[in-house]
């Protein structure tokens, strides 16, 4: 079992920044950011894999949010900037156990509790 903990989000104007946190009550394989629109399915924003620390994002958001972790506190941060309107979703962290496997939902088990990030005009 994994417990993860969510911190962070609210809400900025169209072009501002925020980060989100997410503690791990143990070392995981990866960590995955997802994100879920009203009325949407969810999904991935992007991957960390601690096999070979590869980081995997989707093409919505490369070069705008960046996924890192400091590993001694097992806490994993996804730093949004540039923020638009579309990115106004409900934010989670997912942990699984295998090493390897596409960003999907599939392959995270354990999930944080959610965090409401809204981008206004």
């Known amino acids: 079992q994994v417990r993860l903990v969510e911190s962070g989000g609210g809400s900025v104007e169209v072009g501002g920044s925020l980060t989100l946190s997410c503690v791990a009550s143990?070392?995981?394989?990866?960590m995955g950011w997802f994100r879920q629109a009203p009325g949407k399915e969810r999904e991935p924003v992007g991957c960390?894999?601690?096999?070979?620390?590869?980081?995997w994002y989707d093409d919505s958001v490369k070069g705008r949010f960046t996924i890192s972790q400091d590993k001694a506190k097992r806490t994993h941060y996804l730093q949004m900037s540039n923020l638009k309107p579309n990115d106004t979703a409900v934010y989670y962290c997912?942990?699984?156990?295998?090493?390897?496997?596409?960003?999907?939902?599939?392959?995270?088990?354990?999930w944080g509790q959610g965090t409401n990030v809204t981008v206004s005009t």
């Open positions: 997912a942990a699984g156990d295998s090493v390897y496997g596409m960003c999907t939902v599939a392959f995270h088990g354990y």
């Open positions: 143990r070392t995981i394989s990866r």
């Open positions: 960390f894999y601690r096999i070979d620390d590869s980081i």
